[in-house]
């Protein structure tokens, strides 16, 4: 017990710690019965039992998540603790081979929940780390962060770049700007098993590139041999380079956005510069795929954004999915593969599996499991806090 600690005190309602002792690092605001004194967004207090006992340290907001737990020790959170949590993200970042790695330099450092730091992420691109937070706690912490982050590097970083412009609550009104914390270097490209990209800081989604697909990604460079392969979703095109590489006759992507279409065009050139394999189009997912000839393509990737961000559009969302795989299963070439995800958090493996199931009885083609496929180990899954999981994919040989 450290009798240093003075942060206010929330009292939960009795029996609504019953969570917290299975170490789930979220308080819902409904549990909370009352507060010592009034609470300022993004201060750190103590959790008690309604009797008066500590049960966890956590940064408070408002909203339905009204505290997101640091730590179920009685302790201080000041820069030691911040570099005692970043060490084990890096520590354990080394034990999985992503450190120093020759061939990727990109990787996620700290992945929230995953990584018992709720609110925070870290991606790290080469000498320069992304920094996002999702909580005004973490917010208010980023200088400390980025001074001690560099630190624990030791010299593999130089550069944090701060991008949280998108992600921190509207009504917090905080003002703040995306930019660099630490450094300041124009070079954003990096690598991934052995492919180079842009990344893009200033206007990119996420951190700049979906550094979860790593793996998903090297699994599809080896189906691509001789395929005719569709990206849709491409985003900066992660999955086209790697079937381009792998082998693939033909790759198509397919974005929405102008932005996502030319940053793929981009990566393309920087690894198969003038490749007349691959081409580009800025155009809506459903409608391409409803234009396509039949048997065009005999790998399709799905990686739509995600459907739902919320408990209430679960079941749009699934409809959504079930539309867009049937549209797939109709038109792929028969000895076809498709790779196919969600990243929406709401819904399941069972779920989306279950969706795609309907989603290939509506073709009536004859469909099998080949992968089930998941989030890297740099994207870790907290086993007290399920939600964590979030990326669902499945790979289907297509009869
Ligand atoms: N597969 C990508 C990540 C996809 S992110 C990767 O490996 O990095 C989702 C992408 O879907 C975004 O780039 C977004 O612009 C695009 N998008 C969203 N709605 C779309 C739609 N209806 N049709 C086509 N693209 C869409």
Known sequence: ??????????????????????????????AIHHVDEELKEGEIVKVCTSDGQFVALGHYQIGSIAIRVLSFCDENVNADFWQRKLSTAFEMRKCIGLV???????????????DNLPGLVIDIYGKTAVMQAHSVGMHDSRFDLAEILLRVMEGRVRNVYYKSETTLPYKAELSMENGFLAGGSPDNVSVENGLKFHVDWLKGQKTGFFVDQRENRALLERYAKGRSVLNMFCYTGG??????????????????SAKAVELTNENVNLNFPNDSRHVAYEEDAFKFLDRMNKNAYDLIILDPPAFAKHKEALRNALQGYRRLNAKAFDKIKSGGILFTFSCSQVVSKEQFRTTVFSAAAMSGRSVRILHQLTQPADHPVNIYHPESEYLKGLVLYVE
């Open 239 to 256: 999955f086209s380079f790697y079937a381009m590489r792998g082998g693939a006759t033909v790759v198509h992507s397919v974005d929405s």
């Open 100 to 114: 120093d790695n020759p061939c990727t330099n990109t990787y996620r450092l700290v992945h929230g929940e995953g």
């Open 1 to 30: 017990m450290n009798m240093d600690c003075q942060y206010k005190r929330v009292y939960l309602k009795p029996g609504k710690e019953e969570s917290l002792k299975r170490f789930h690092p979220w308080v819902f605001s409904g």
